[in-house]
Nanobody, 123 residues
Framework: VQLQASGGGLVQAGGSLRLSCAAS????????IGWFRQAPGKERESVAG????????YYSDSVKGRFAISRDDAKNTAYLLMNSLKPEDTAVYYCAAGTLLYTGTWSIKGDYWGQGTLSPSSS
């Protein structure tokens, strides 16, 4: 699976943006999808994830209630809708495809990673 993240851009605080993660290959629907981000000088963090069926979604506390992850297997694409953006949401956002894990909290073990897309949010 090859992944291509897109949709990042400059947006004012309080605005919205939708990121896309387009996948090539026939195995997209067999993979759970996760969005991660890495802000300058910080470690990469998990943002959201979605199961293969779409029936399970999870979010980090920092984005819960503001971000929504979804997938369209017919288009081999996953999305991250980001609302009420804050300056602290500024980061390079990555999507990953892999296995959904539960070890007390949900997480994605990413087997395939896309290149990042920068989403800066100005104050």
């Amino acid at each position: 699976v090859q992944l291509q993240a897109s949709g990042g851009g400059l947006v004012q605080a309080g605005g919205s943006l939708r990121l896309s993660c387009a996948a090539s290959g026939r195995t997209f629907r067999r993979n759970a999808i996760g969005w991660f981000r890495q802000a300058p000088g910080k470690e990469r963090e998990s943002v959201a994830g979605i199961s293969t069926s779409g029936g399970i979604t999870y979010y980090s506390d920092s984005v819960k209630g503001r971000f929504a992850i979804s997938r369209d297997d017919a288009k081999n694409t996953a999305y991250l809708l980001m609302n009420s953006l804050k300056p602290e949401d500024t980061a390079v956002y990555y999507c990953a495809a892999g296995t959904l894990l539960y070890t007390g909290t949900w997480s994605i073990k990413g087997d395939y990673w896309g290149q990042g897309t920068l989403s800066p949010s100005s104050s």
